[in-house]
């Protein structure tokens, strides 16, 4: 997803948008009847969702804005000298240092700074959406993040693919708990109940994988592998694996226009870009010299290879299945890179087969560090502001019903007192960005039928387990995704 570039000329181009779709979608209604059924699916994407006046366009532009820059502007101060940005710094934090107290002053600290400011604008932010929404014949602006998704019943369908996930969080959940409950003592891990949200080794407790060297037997060190390297051989890698099976390469634009920023130079965030001419996508890189770099790359590179898809179709149709759909491809390449076959096959580990499953083992954990805690958060993210949407949850309840579906769902609670005039949403660039969530918890459920459904496509996976296959080399692959 890109961000407002917030100059004078990108408010100029919303507004004349906003005016064009709104005359648009006003004469649709005239011709609908004697419509073919690929006009009706043209007229129907680009006229459902909110509708906003030149008015409400405008004051939820101001209101993103805002939101956006408190996110982006704060810092949160050790001494009046040492100031700290999320990412980086604090990000960094999060990840490698295993002293609570320090922690604590991160996790809060972060949360003081960008919570208050934030919760004075995001009512007005929720009631301008909703106005638009209503605009358009919706209850509310839930309704509307929730039909791009083209899923019947969404809210309880999802409550139903947690179920069928929470056998598994519960135990990961367990072994972590008791894991951290003796590294930090049963005073601040106790050993039978929530876990406190500060200690999983990331800022939003989305994602536990920085605590992989702490839990695991075999240490693999993913890292190491790429520290080294070149963005440049890295891109190739990632670009290699998408012509193995028989994509396109990246165009020529391609190496010309992406960009990649030394993370520790600002803030930033990856982005795949489709520039809507001819054989021009971009990426925009924020190198970390971590593994997960070599993640994003993988990533970027599915959308860009979806653009390159549907290169051909009209503008309109030039977008995913839904947005959860789009997210799914690159990380289905990725599982497959991140077996233990493919990792050795590119030199990223070392041969040595007596360590072959205990390998195996310690990939699977990362894995479950990872994708686990990051279904359970994408689906709070958006449960909570669906309810905010739906007044459900009202302003004078915003964080404690935040902290009750965390408490429920992800089984966290967090570490410091909490109160309504704290705003912990804020703390996760989404919400301040507003940009919806579910579709990331969907990718996860969607990127493992996928890559279930590809191994059994190509034949030289026929005698591997689902964590053991590797899609690299096979054109069967590519012609199934395509
Ligand atoms: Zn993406």
């Given at each position: 997803?890109?961000?407002?570039?917030?100059?004078?000329?990108?408010?100029?181009?919303?507004?004349?948008?906003?005016?064009?779709?709104?005359?648009?979608?006003?004469?649709?209604?005239?011709?609908?009847?004697?419509?073919?059924?690929?006009?009706?699916?043209?007229?129907?994407?680009?006229?459902?969702?909110?509708?906003?006046?030149?008015?409400?366009?405008?004051?939820?532009?101001?209101?993103?804005?805002?939101?956006?820059?408190?996110?982006?502007?704060?810092?949160?101060?050790?001494?009046?000298?040492?100031?700290?940005?999320?990412?980086?710094?604090?990000?960094?934090?999060?990840?490698?240092?295993?002293?609570?107290?320090?922690?604590?002053?991160?996790?809060?600290?972060?949360?003081?700074?960008?919570?208050?400011?934030?919760r004075?604008?995001y009512?007005?932010?929720?009631?301008?959406?909703?106005?638009?929404?209503?605009?358009?014949?919706?209850?509310?602006?839930?309704?509307?993040?929730?039909?791009?998704?083209?899923?019947?019943?969404?809210?309880?369908?999802?409550?139903?693919?947690?179920?069928?996930?929470?056998?598994?969080?519960?135990?990961?959940?367990?072994?972590?708990?008791?894991?951290?409950?003796?590294?930090?003592?049963?005073?601040?891990?106790?050993?039978?109940?929530?876990?406190?949200?500060?200690?999983?080794?990331?800022?939003?407790?989305?994602?536990?994988?920085?605590?992989?060297?702490?839990?695991?037997?075999?240490?693999?060190?993913?890292?190491?592998?790429?520290?080294?390297?070149?963005?440049?051989?890295?891109?190739?890698?990632?670009?290699?694996?998408?012509?193995?099976?028989?994509?396109?390469?990246?165009?020529?634009?391609?190496?010309?226009?992406?960009?990649?920023?030394?993370?520790?130079?600002?803030?930033?965030?990856?982005?795949?870009?489709?520039?809507?001419?001819?054989?021009?996508?971009?990426?925009?890189?924020?190198?970390?010299?971590?593994?997960?770099?070599?993640?994003?790359?993988?990533?970027?590179?599915?959308?860009?290879?979806?653009?390159?898809?549907?290169?051909?179709?009209?503008?309109?149709?030039?977008?995913?299945?839904?947005?959860?759909?789009?997210?799914?491809?690159?990380?289905?390449?990725?599982?497959?890179?991140?077996?233990?076959?493919?990792?050795?096959?590119?030199?990223?580990?070392?041969?040595?087969?007596?360590?072959?499953?205990?390998?195996?083992?310690?990939?699977?954990?990362?894995?479950?560090?990872?994708?686990?805690?990051?279904?359970?958060?994408?689906?709070?993210?958006?449960?909570?502001?669906?309810?905010v949407?739906?007044?459900?949850i009202l302003p004078k309840d915003y964080n404690a019903a935040w902290?009750?579906?965390?408490?429920?769902?992800?089984?966290?609670?967090?570490?410091?007192?909490?109160?309504e005039?704290?705003f912990?949403p804020?703390?996760?660039?989404?919400?301040?960005?507003?940009?919806?969530?579910?579709?990331?918890?969907?990718?996860?459920?969607?990127?493992?039928?996928?890559?279930?459904?590809?191994?059994?496509?190509?034949?030289?996976?026929?005698?591997?387990?689902?964590?053991?296959?590797?899609?690299?080399?096979?054109?069967?692959?590519?012609?199934?995704?395509?």
């Amino acid at each position: 997803m890109g961000e407002e570039d917030g100059t004078e000329s990108g408010e100029q181009i919303g507004k004349l948008k906003t005016i064009w779709r709104n005359r648009k979608c006003a004469e649709a209604g005239l011709y609908w009847a004697g419509a073919e059924e690929k006009q009706r699916r043209a007229i129907s994407i680009l006229c459902r969702g909110p509708k906003f006046t030149i008015h409400q366009a405008r004051m939820l532009t101001g209101l993103e804005k805002s939101l956006g820059s408190i996110y982006r502007n704060s810092r949160v101060c050790k001494t009046p000298a040492r100031c700290y940005r999320i990412e980086p710094d604090l990000d960094k934090i999060m990840q490698e240092s295993r002293d609570p107290k320090e922690l604590l002053w991160a996790w809060k600290g972060w949360r003081d700074t960008v919570g208050p400011p934030s919760r004075e604008l995001y009512p007005a932010l929720i009631m301008m959406e909703n106005q638009a929404a209503m605009n358009n014949g919706y209850n509310n602006m839930g309704e509307c993040w929730r039909e791009e998704l083209e899923i019947p019943d969404l809210e309880q369908f999802v409550e139903q693919l947690y179920a069928e996930i929470s056998p598994l969080h519960r135990l990961l959940h367990a072994f972590v708990r008791h894991k951290l409950s003796q590294m930090y003592g049963r005073e601040l891990v106790d050993p039978n109940t929530t876990m406190p949200a500060h200690l999983l080794g990331n800022m939003w407790a989305q994602s536990w994988e920085s605590l992989h060297p702490e839990l695991a037997e075999t240490i693999v060190d993913l890292d190491g592998a790429v520290v080294n390297r070149s963005t440049n051989e890295l891109f190739e890698i990632a670009q290699e694996f998408y012509t193995s099976i028989g994509f396109r390469n990246m165009p020529k634009n391609f190496w010309k226009n992406s960009k990649t920023v030394r993370s520790e130079n600002g803030s930033c965030h990856g982005t795949a870009a489709n520039m809507y001419t001819k054989d021009d996508y971009r990426m925009l890189l924020c190198w970390k010299g971590q593994w997960e770099d070599f993640y994003v790359m993988h990533h970027e590179m599915g959308h860009i290879q979806y653009y390159m898809a549907y290169e051909k179709q009209p503008t309109i149709f030039k977008d995913g299945a839904n947005s959860a759909f789009q997210e799914a491809i690159g990380d289905t390449i990725m599982l497959a890179v991140e077996t233990r076959r493919h990792l050795q096959q590119i030199g990223i580990i070392k041969k040595n087969p007596i360590l072959l499953e205990d390998l195996e083992l310690s990939l699977l954990l990362r894995q479950a560090l990872k994708k686990i805690p990051q279904i359970t958060f994408g689906l709070v993210v958006d449960k909570w502001r669906w309810g905010v949407m739906s007044s459900k949850i009202l302003p004078k309840d915003y964080n404690a019903a935040w902290w009750q579906y965390r408490r429920k769902y992800e089984g966290l609670h967090p570490p410091v007192l909490r109160a309504e005039t704290d705003f912990d949403p804020a703390a996760k660039f989404h919400v301040a960005d507003n940009t919806p969530y579910i579709r990331y918890f969907l990718s996860e459920f969607l990127q493992f039928q996928f890559l279930d459904i590809l191994c059994d496509v190509s034949n030289t996976n026929q005698k591997y387990l689902l964590h053991q296959c590797d899609l690299y080399g096979s054109k069967d692959v590519g012609k199934r995704m395509k």
